[in-house]
């Protein structure tokens, strides 16, 4: 799970708003912004719903914008944002400019002129495009499943085929296709090296990013994962050119602890669990919590024992209450968590029963090495093809030393070996 994205802050989904409104929409989302800015946290939460503002009170809201300043330092603009219409509603996105970067800002309003969601994301450029004499060409398609369809691309190899195919599913938190943090695309770089090596490569926006005003009733694994990845299995194999009987699911943190069920469920040809956390989720956030302070020094030692503290208090209320969330993530309650951590994947990439690849990074400090022992002892047999590489970090990226938040926002590309790992296990199946 890419507990990073939670940790960051880099998203915030919000819920419905019951607060009608005499202004234009793109006049509603600059006001939203300005009263966060202003530290008017009262003032926004009247604007919220019932739900929204049991979730996210005024003190929790100051704690959200107040740490995004501390990450992007002051906001110096906040223009009037692009109207867009989605399935009814309105959609304003603008870009907030901050002292150290950027931020998307999506305010969806519904046709009574109410808040229905509000969503901050880091500004992306898309993958670079692919050069003419590429050995494979990249095409658009939709997923068209649940509320709303969701963007994608296929890189598809050139030639005759039938191809070997991959679908890719993203880690925790708002993705999009390219699952891209900081300067880093993970997905692109994946989808174009087993393209070029004769696999097609089936990438999608993650619904938390594209469409979140779906989750306006909460959020489950199977509306924010599961059921939008076997829907995509299921379009890839009805493409052109695609081998349906050799289509794999290629899963990504989160991603990977679901990776098994994804496949079983699409019927899938195997299953690729890269960075895969096998023990409990919380227990994870609790480590990395305490690895990020420990490489934090400025930080007081009685400041890191409070919010250790504090920590240990809101997962024990989440672990014991389905109502309980964490202030830093109001959107994912207790029920959430402890859908995520009910998840057992050894047990279930075990019951699947197919061919299955496992990558793991030695200088990940989200999913560690007692997970890779714990999927390594929990799987045997020659089913199971595990591969492991040292110098690579959580993102499957090399580099020196601990690994650190800082290495995501440094330019890098996913090790061709680890790439070329995958590409030879597809092809020997």
């Not at 997905?187 to 989750?215: E, S």
Request: charged letters at 15%.
């Amino acid at each position: 799970m890419k507990i990073r994205s939670r940790l960051m802050l880099a998203a915030c989904l919000l819920g419905l708003g019951q607060f009608a409104l005499a202004t234009s929409p793109q006049q509603s989302a600059q006001q939203l912004i300005e009263q966060l800015q202003a530290g008017q946290f009262s003032a926004a939460e009247a604007r919220f719903s019932p739900q929204m503002a049991q979730a996210v009170p005024a003190a929790r809201l100051a704690q959200l914008w107040q740490a995004l300043n501390q990450q992007l330092g002051t906001l110096t603009s906040n223009p009037e944002g692009e109207l867009s219409q989605v399935d009814g509603h309105q959609r304003v996105v603008s870009r907030l400019q901050f002292d150290k970067g950027a931020l998307l800002a999506t305010t969806v309003i519904d046709p009574q002129g109410r808040i229905a969601g509000f969503h901050l994301a880091p500004v992306t450029d898309p993958a670079p495009a692919v050069a003419a004499d590429a050995p494979f060409s990249e095409l658009p398609l939709q997923i068209i499943h649940g509320p709303g369809p969701l963007g994608a691309t296929l890189s598809l190899p050139k030639g005759d085929g039938p191809f070997p195919a991959v679908v890719l599913v993203h880690g925790s938190g708002p993705q999009d296709r390219d699952e891209t943090i900081g300067p880093n695309k993970p997905f692109a770089d994946i989808a174009h090296g087993l393209a070029a090596q004769g696999i097609a490569v089936l990438r999608y926006d993650k619904r938390t990013q594209a469409r979140p005003q779906d989750f306006s009733d909460g959020v489950s694994l199977a509306t924010e994962t599961t059921d939008d990845a076997v829907a995509a299995v299921a379009l890839l194999k009805q493409q052109p050119g695609i081998d349906p009987a050799r289509v794999f699911v290629l899963g990504h943190s989160q991603g990977g602890m679901l990776a098994a069920r994804i496949a079983t469920a699409s019927q899938a040809a195997g299953a690729i669990l890269f960075a895969a956390p096998a023990r409990p989720i919380l227990d994870l956030l609790r480590e990395q919590n305490a690895y990020l302070l420990a490489q934090s020094p400025q930080i007081p030692a009685e400041a890191a024992r409070a919010h250790m503290d504090q920590l240990d208090t809101a997962i024990a209320a989440l672990r014991r209450d389905p109502a309980a969330t964490l202030p830093a993530l109001p959107g994912l309650t207790g029920a959430w968590w402890q859908e995520v951590e009910a998840v057992d994947v050894v047990g279930e990439t075990r019951d699947a029963g197919l061919p299955t690849l496992l990558l793991q990074g030695g200088r990940d400090f989200q999913v560690v090495d007692a997970d890779w022992r714990r999927l390594k002892t929990g799987l045997t047999g020659q089913r199971y093809t595990f591969r492991h590489y040292p110098a690579l970090n959580h993102l499957g990226m090399a580099g020196e030393g601990a690994g650190t938040l800082a290495e995501y926002q440094q330019p890098g590309k996913v090790a061709a070996g680890l790439i070329n790992d995958i590409a030879q296990w597809i092809h020997a199946r």
